[in-house]
């Protein structure tokens, strides 16, 4: 929930206070695919629920251990943990497109990554007790489970990884559009300021101001 809450805000101020910066440099565009590529590698709540959806795994595991185990309770939690991850992707590919600097790629895809990380900062403060008795308990039982990967068989066989690369693939195929759109006058600002000195020529003052896209 907390990332879901984060992500959603993060979004919602990207989408009403940035646009995507006109024409950045060869270096900015080779950081922005590489953050990309790392985003995915590092990031794989999808992937673990991708695997958990259609291979079960985890499933004996926890209908063993836990007395309120339902079916419909494991594949919930694992499609809310993929739409998570993908919601979070999304997030970082925005902030990593918007980004017109090293700088300030650096700065959010280290946001991204922590905002990331919330649930494992959260269950350590529950197995810590911080959260309550009852958390603390569960954390630590959860914390003893052994949940071994399950190799796929069958038609399903890596279908997990096909769609986590196809993920992959449409980013890049995203990328590529802004790079396009970078390149082309479409991403232009509307509006441009510009100041001028007085010490060169004291008229050129008058020319200070903003000025307007103006397409021909």
């Known amino acids: 929930l907390i990332q879901y809450t984060v992500f959603s805000l993060?979004?919602?101020d990207l989408l009403n206070t940035t646009s995507i910066p006109p024409g950045?440099?060869?270096l900015v565009r080779a950081c922005q695919a590489i953050a990309i590529i790392i985003a995915f590698l590092v990031e794989t709540d999808m992937l673990t629920a991708l695997?958990?959806?259609f291979y079960r795994e985890g499933f004996d595991e926890m209908a063993n251990a836990f007395d309120g185990f339902?079916?419909?309770k494991f594949y919930f939690a694992n499609a809310l943990m993929g739409m998570q991850g993908l919601l979070g992707k999304f997030v970082a590919f925005s902030l990593i497109t918007f980004a017109d600097n090293v700088f300030d790629l650096l700065l959010n895809f280290t946001a991204v990554m922590f905002v990331s990380e919330l649930d494992e900062i959260v269950?350590?403060?529950s197995?810590?007790?911080?959260v309550g008795r009852r958390a603390e308990r569960l954390a630590k039982k959860i914390q003893k489970m052994k949940l071994?990967?399950?190799p796929p068989n069958g038609n399903l066989r890596h279908v997990h990884l096909f769609l986590y690369g196809l993920t992959l693939v449409a980013a890049f195929i995203a990328?590529?559009?802004v790079v396009h759109q970078q390149d082309s006058q479409n991403s232009l600002a509307d509006f441009v300021k510009v100041q001028f000195g007085d010490e060169v020529d004291p008229t050129l003052g008058l020319f200070s101001g903003c000025y307007e896209k103006q397409l021909k």
């Open 24 to 26: 950045v440099t060869t």
């Open 123 to 125: 269950f350590l403060l």
């Open 127 to 130: 197995k810590a007790g911080y």
């Open 175 to 177: 990328f590529a559009f």
């Open 10 to 12: 993060f979004l919602l």
């Open 51 to 53: 695997r958990g959806m």
């Open 70 to 72: 339902a079916p419909w």
């Open 148 to 150: 071994p990967q399950r």
